[in-house]
């Protein structure tokens, strides 16, 4: 899911891939439903390849979404409210309590923050595939025995 969903730099909200030509992709707009084209040219990332610190190395976004997502009870976050409190630290710490605090900064956690508002509010609640949760599974029993 979050493979088909990509972020635009200096074009503010997500994007999901609507269709692909050669050399262009066609993207709408997730909120408004604005289409419109994005060149070779444009710099695109896809959700599915961001990864965020832990302690532990690097945690694929959709299972921080998640654990966001369960953290929050599936409301969208007040970010202006963190902001101002200086608590966006602290707030991420309760869903994500291995985070890096020294690799990840302010900036990053409000980005993820705003990126899971537009993805709630387009009616986004799964982040995870079940084939990603399948192999995590696989890898942890294969550590175990």
């Known amino acids: 899911m979050l493979r088909e969903i990509i972020s635009i730099t200096g074009k503010p909200g997500l994007y999901k891939i609507v269709s692909r030509g050669k050399g262009t ?15 070779a040219r444009d710099r695109v990332v896809s959700l599915g ?16 979404l998640d654990k966001v997502y369960a953290s929050n009870e599936g ?3 007040d970010i202006k409210s963190l902001v101002d409190a200086k608590g966006l630290k602290d707030s991420f710490g ?4 291995d985070f890096d605090r020294d690799r990840v900064h302010d900036s ?3 980005k993820l923050y705003s990126w899971y508002n537009i993805l709630l509010a387009a009616d986004y609640t799964k982040f995870v595939e079940e084939k990603e949760e399948e192999k995590k599974e ?3 029993e294969k550590k175990e025995d």
Not at 25 to 39: A, D, F, K, M, T
Not at 94 to 97: P, Y
Request: no cysteine; aromatic share 2%.
């Open 94 to 97: 309760r869903a994500v309590e």
């Open 108 to 110: 990053d956690i409000k």
């Open 138 to 140: 696989e890898t942890e």
């Open 75 to 77: 409301k969208e976050i």
């Open 25 to 39: 992709l066609i993207v709408e707009q997730l909120g408004s439903g604005n289409r419109l084209p994005v060149h």
């Open 49 to 64: 390849d961001i990864s965020m610190y832990t302690e532990n190395g690097d945690t694929p976004l959709g299972e921080i």
